[in-house]
């Protein structure tokens, strides 16, 4: 019967941890006034932790590479110096909710996994 319990645990955890899987590609749109950008972001997870970078597609920028990239108890913090960029979001299911900031007041941009699309939110 322990040992029951224990694989139905340890199957319990490998889901969660899973579920939690921050690794791939991340869209959303950024309405500033004026004018909407969409904005993607390329997650790597590697040995010594994340790398990133991000495109703007409707600006021409692409592979901007990301300086500090983190994850943790859900929330992902991004920072590109060069851009005084920072995005920080909290991780629900494919759905990032997060404020980015670049130079002025944050700005609301969800991230959604997968392809690069228009969203209206």
């Known amino acids: ?25 991340w869209n959303g749109v950024l309405k500033v006034p004026g004018q909407t950008l969409r904005l993607v ?9 994340f790398t990133a970078t991000m495109d703007s597609p409707d600006q021409n920028a692409f592979s901007i590479s990301v300086t500090d990239i983190s994850f943790r108890d859900n929330t992902l913090t991004i920072k590109i110096k060069k851009l005084n960029v920072h995005y920080t979001g909290i991780l629900n299911n494919d759905t990032i909710n997060g ?6 007041a944050p700005v609301p941009l969800n991230l959604y996994k997968g392809e690069v699309k228009i969203f209206t939110e």
């Open 99 to 104: 404020l980015f900031k670049q130079g002025g």
């Open 41 to 49: 972001f390329h997650v790597q997870e590697t040995d010594s932790g």
């Open 1 to 25: 019967m322990k040992k029951i319990i224990n694989l139905i645990l340890c199957t319990l955890l490998i889901g969660f941890i899973s579920g939690q899987n921050i690794t791939g590609q």
